[in-house]
T-cell receptor, first 108, second 112 residues
Framework: KNEVEQSPQNLTAQEGEFITINCSYS?????LHWLQQHPGGGIVSLFM???GKKKHGRLIATINIQEKHSSLHITASHPRDSAVYIC??????????FGEGTQLTVNP | EAGVTQSPTHLIKTRGQQATLRCSPI?????VYWYQQALGLGLQFLLW???????NRGNFPPRFSGRQFPNYSSELNVNALELEDSALYLC???????????FGSGTRLTVV
């Protein structure tokens, strides 16, 4: 079993829809990251969370430490949001452990 | 401010050769991390360098090695290349891991 599980693996939405991507982890962590990977491979760090909720534009990330669960929400989705979204947790020694990613496609 | 820069962008090598990938971290970042993303697979941790020392390595054979220079830039070396080493290699830097990580755009290594 992976230490970090994401769902769904693939998600197709229509422009304007509200999107939720979930991440569950099985070990104690010091921080959780949400990353965005566009075709071609470049990765952008969206959020780093250790508790509560963070918002940046149309993106919202929440984490529940007790339940070992985090969600990434995208409001008013747009085709340019199409990318792979990756959840990563920081375990010991500063290394990140990654989920398998969620491929999001937003159709116009 | 320049982000994390990786070079080359693409690299094609034949089986058995050696590949050298380079990463320059953000100014002020002392930690450099290397990750491998093979086709169809998630990101896997390779190596972590901090202050010139290797701090941790992932579950990869000794053919994968690297170093960090006094200016905190880093090299990843892959010896005796195998076809399955074909992947996107991503470098990330951070100040000390307590803050965020900044990723480079990656080097796509193709072994033929």
């Amino acid at each position: 079993k992976n230490e970090v599980e994401q769902s769904p693996q693939n998600l197709t939405a229509q422009e304007g829809e509200f999107i939720t991507i979930n991440c569950s982890y099985s070990v104690g962590i010091s921080a959780l990251h949400w990353l965005q990977q566009h075709p071609g491979g470049g990765i952008v760090s969206l959020f780093m969370l250790s508790s509560g909720k963070k918002k940046h534009g149309r993106l919202i990330a929440t984490i529940n430490i007790q339940e070992k669960h985090s969600s990434l929400h995208i409001t008013a989705s747009h085709p340019r949001d199409s990318a792979v979204y990756i959840c990563a947790v920081k375990l010991s020694g500063s290394r990140l452990t990654f989920g398998e990613g969620t491929q999001l496609t937003v159709n116009p | 401010e320049a982000g994390v820069t990786q070079s080359p962008t693409h690299l094609i090598k034949t089986r058995g050769q050696q590949a050298t990938l380079r990463c320059s971290p953000i100014s002020g970042h002392t930690s450099v991390y290397w990750y491998q993303q093979a086709l169809g697979l998630g990101l896997q941790f390779l190596l972590w360098y901090d202050e010139g020392e290797e701090r941790n390595r992932g579950n990869f054979p000794p053919r994968f090695s690297g170093r960090q220079f006094p200016n905190y830039s880093s090299e990843l070396n892959v010896n005796a290349l195998e076809l399955e080493d074909s992947a996107l290699y991503l470098c990330a830097s951070s100040q000390d891991g307590s803050y965020g990580y900044t990723f480079g755009s990656g080097t796509r290594l193709t072994v033929v």
